[in-house]
């Protein structure tokens, strides 16, 4: 599996055992967080859900949520031609979320010309709310090692008021443009936003197959040294938020980057490659995820799409590359404010990272941050749709508050510190 460049309508009422039903569940839950930035309509992601059966092959996931974006797309294309511009904007955004669920579970065959439709799609339909939106949005291309990488720029109006700046990398399955989720958050307080993709995501996998590297700090020094370079940006007050995988990105960068004047990890990830068994399990580990992938869809889905982010062809080959994402032996050259979120049964991390993550930290602790637990309740008799983190835009905007004692408003205090817990206690 080695990737190669080359009008309205009425939502049905969902049954109550929706969120029970095996494939759509997890899946409609994102797309239903993701209605807080208006990125989805709850009505219709559960009709589109409801459409699609309990057991829904990534066929049928494509066509019936490729459907949803074109009805979208429909929706705001009248709207603009009646002059009603948020309208459309909001119908746009719908149509971008949904053609990424379209290819959700074709990404591990980057050739796969519904993969492709798919993205393209995503990308075109945001492109196309973008103009409309009640913010300043920008496309803007970062210089990277003899190329360029993707990323939009959100900012609360058109003024080039130097401001702090919150920088949100893409994580294992998001793009620059899937940053809009979190954006607002940071909007409405004041900061401007750079959402942007690294090697193994968005533009650069999708089109160029450039794969995920593990030294993310040769990707985070060209972004930050364009991005104070440009109007409107306070250098002094960059705040760097990672979320997922972008939890071992993020700091990762920090490392090397010092110009980041505070950091908000969720979750800690300092050691991917601890995910796989060591000794006799280690060794038959990859044999036996093989053999899974060829008898269940799922698994099949998940590690295709994770081979294809990092360009190898075989689970023993993939397992070797995690072992690479590590950065336990420089944990301690970060030297800025560090918030550490670790919501609790969280899927990505295992909740195993947090500590070791922050114990590893030399920066004096910090006597700001509050003791205090943000579990995750359960609801609508479905499962935490995001791993543990119920509300994404919930928790962007408490690393958002978290930036701003630091970089917001204020000149960065003298003292610098870490919070940690579950989800945040000091140190």
């Known amino acids: 599996m080695t990737a190669h460049s080359s009008t309205g309508e009425t939502c049905e009422q969902p049954e109550a055992p929706l969120l029970r039903r095996r494939l759509p569940r997890r899946r409609v839950g994102y797309t239903v967080v993701s209605s807080a930035s208006g990125f989805a309509d709850v009505g219709e992601a559960y009709a589109t859900a409801r459409r699609l059966g ?17 009805r979208a797309t429909a929706i705001a294309e009248n709207a603009l031609a009646g002059g009603h511009r948020v309208t459309a904007a909001r119908a746009h955004l719908r149509a971008s979320e949904y053609h990424r669920e379209a290819f959700f579970f074709l990404r591990g065959n980057l050739d796969n010309p ?3 439709s798919g993205w393209a799609g995503h990308v075109a339909s945001f492109a196309a709310a973008a103009p409309l939106l009640d913010v300043h949005a920008e496309q803007v291309r970062i210089p990277y090692d003899g190329t360029t990488l993707k990323g939009w720029t959100f900012a609360p109006d058109d003024s080039t008021e130097p401001r702090p700046t919150v920088l949100m990398p893409a994580g294992y399955d998001s793009t620059a443009e899937f940053g809009w989720m979190f954006a607002p958050e940071a909007l409405s307080r004041g900061y401007r936003v750079l959402s942007f993709e690294g090697p193994g995501q968005g533009e650069a996998l999708y089109e160029r197959c450039l794969y995920m590297r593990p030294d993310s700090e040769h990707v985070r020094t ?9 109007p409107g940006v306070d250098p002094s007050r960059l705040g760097l938020i ?14 090397v980057e010092h110009r980041i004047a505070a950091l908000v990890v969720n979750p ?20 036996a995820v093989t053999a899974l992938t060829r008898v269940s869809e799922k698994k099949h889905e998940f590690f295709a799409s994770r081979m294809a982010t990092h360009g190898v062809d075989s689970i023993e080959q993939y397992f070797d590359v995690l072992k690479t994402f590590t950065m336990t032996d420089s944990i301690g050259d970060i030297s800025c404010p560090t918030l550490i979120v670790d919501a609790a049964n969280d899927l990505v991390s295992g ?7 922050a114990d590893a930290l030399r920066c004096p ?5 509050p003791r205090r637990r943000l579990r995750c309740r359960r609801s609508l008799r479905g499962p935490r749709p995001a791993g543990g983190r119920r509300s994404h835009r919930r928790l962007a905007g408490r690393g958002a508050r978290a930036l701003t004692t630091v970089v917001g408003g204020a000149p960065r205090p003298a003292s610098d510190g870490v919070g940690v817990g579950e989800s945040e206690t000091v140190r």
């Open 54 to 70: 309990t057991k829904p092959d990534a066929g049928a996931w494509y066509v019936e949520w490729t459907k949803a974006a074109d």
């Open 114 to 116: 519904r993969t492709k």
């Open 222 to 230: 060209p972004v930050v040294d364009w991005l104070v370079a440009q």
């Open 242 to 255: 990672g979320l997922s995988f972008a939890g071992y990105l993020a700091p990762r960068g920090v490392t």
């Open 268 to 287: 800690a990830q300092p050691d991917v490659g601890t995910r796989v068994p060591a000794g006799l399990a280690g060794r038959i580990a990859a044999p």
């Open 351 to 357: 909740n195993a990272g947090a500590q070791p993550f």
């Open 365 to 369: 602790p910090s006597d700001r941050a």
